[in-house]
């Protein structure tokens, strides 16, 4: 039995763990610390929240006392990190809080951790941080996918910050002995996805009749997974995972921009075609007047120090730990696909005037 603290659980992938972990291991318990920035939402966690093993806690990962008395009231064991600031293009516009959340905030969680369960009263922990494939820069494209070994060579400063973390992690095992262990994971995808990564944001767009940017040709390549095989991931490493290690985590899954959002539009122009309620629901969608998304599609300036690719050799998890993705591509993406239809409250209230705001201002 384990007691979790999870951080950033109001997020997106904190969302989708937090359901992962109550269904697979009801007897655990889980805290989730989140300080309900525009991207996290206590709403994702209603659900949870009816279950008495589950407990919300809104506050922030840089208040060391707060994270200290988590530990001990709840008798935490585990740590899953996955509080951050996360948005690449938001990093370009205003790194300051990228320093504090993902590196501070993140030193902040390991000093905790370190006096707690080191320093107070020794006791068997784990500290698992959650983190990206960003942090080992762009690849040419005949180059081999990343490694664990790949050397580091953010150009973000979203994937500085993370970089940075990454090593702090490490560090505090090589020089404190804190139990640690840390993933890589490629871009993810399905659903509670904030509506300003480039999946949700299409989708949504389409079904609004909104232009679809695509930044620069849309040549560029990204590595899809997900989300709960990146949790199946994490899940894996935390059962079964060698302390001190990393582990990449993806699903071979290499796709340019542009192919992404000509599938979206496709699958949405078929899914209209034979579904009459939608095209009443989603009337602004171009294919509820019978035409196809494609023609929303709007090349845009392109994003300031854009990574052509990113790809992830995933042989060290499968091989060691037996991590092998649950969910094609055509089936996760149609999961996706079919959580936005249904949710589509969720989605319209993020999509208010700030976000709005936000992005004009991204592509001016
Ligand atoms: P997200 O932006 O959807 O969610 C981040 C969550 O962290 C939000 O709930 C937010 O309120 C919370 N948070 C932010 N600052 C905080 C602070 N100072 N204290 C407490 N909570 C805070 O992010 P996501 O996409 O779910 O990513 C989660 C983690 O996974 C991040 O560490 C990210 O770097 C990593 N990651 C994401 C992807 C991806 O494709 N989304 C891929 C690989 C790794
Ligand atoms: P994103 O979802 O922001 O993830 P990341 O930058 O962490 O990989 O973007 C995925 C890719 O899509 C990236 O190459 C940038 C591109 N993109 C667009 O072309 N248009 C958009 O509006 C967005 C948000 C992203």
Redesign the pocket.
């Known amino acids: 039995m384990k007691n979790l603290l999870v951080?950033?659980?109001?997020?997106?992938?904190?969302t989708n763990f937090v359901y992962y972990w109550l269904n697979k291991y009801p007897e655990d318990h889980i805290v989730v610390?989140?300080?309900?920035?525009y991207?996290?939402?206590k709403a994702n966690l209603s659900e949870a929240q009816k279950n008495p093993k589950f407990e919300f806690v809104h506050?922030?990962?840089?208040d060391e006392t707060l994270v200290e008395s988590l530990l001990i009231h709840h008798k935490i064991d585990t740590i899953v990190?996955?509080?951050?600031?996360?948005?690449v293009d938001r990093s370009i516009h205003g790194p300051d809080e990228f320093i504090?959340?993902?590196i501070v905030?993140t030193h902040t969680l390991l000093k905790a951790a370190k006096k707690i369960w080191l320093d107070d009263k020794p006791q068997n922990h784990r500290f698992h941080h959650?983190?990206?494939?960003?942090v080992y820069g762009s690849l040419k494209p005949n180059d081999p996918p990343f490694t664990e070994t790949t050397p580091y060579a953010p150009n973000s400063p979203?994937a500085a910050s993370?970089a940075a973390s990454d090593h702090l992690v490490r560090a505090y095992h090589k020089t404190y002995g804190l139990q640690v262990t840390i993933s890589?994971?490629?871009?993810?995808?399905g659903p509670y996805?904030?509506p300003e990564?480039l999946i949700p944001l299409i989708i949504t767009n389409i079904l609004n009749g909104k232009p679809l940017p695509v930044y620069g040709d849309g040549k560029q390549i990204r590595d899809w997974l997900y989300v709960d095989d990146?949790n199946l991931g994490v899940d894996l490493i935390l059962e079964k995972g060698k302390i001190g290690e990393t582990y990449n985590i993806g699903g071979n899954n290499e796709w340019t921009n542009i192919d992404i959002v000509k599938l979206a539009c496709d699958l949405i122009y078929n899914k209209f075609s034979k579904n009459k309620d939608l095209v009443k629901t989603f009337s602004n969608c171009p294919s509820s007047q019978g035409k196809h998304p494609e023609t929303l599609i709007t090349h845009v300036k392109d994003r300031l120090g854009h990574d052509r690719r990113y790809a992830i050799n995933a042989e060290k998890i499968t091989s060691d730990l037996g991590y092998s993705p649950r969910e094609s591509f055509e089936t996760g993406i149609k999961k996706t696909l079919d959580w936005v239809l249904e949710n589509k409250k969720w989605w319209r209230k993020i999509m208010d005037k700030s976000f709005m705001e936000w992005v004009n201002c991204n592509y001016d």
């Open positions: 951080t950033g659980g109001a997020g997106f992938i904190g610390l989140d300080a309900l920035t991207a996290g939402n506050g922030n990962i840089l990190h996955f509080a951050a600031e996360s948005h504090n959340t993902n905030g959650i983190s990206t494939d960003e979203y993370k890589n994971c490629s871009n993810n995808y996805q904030f990564k990146h």
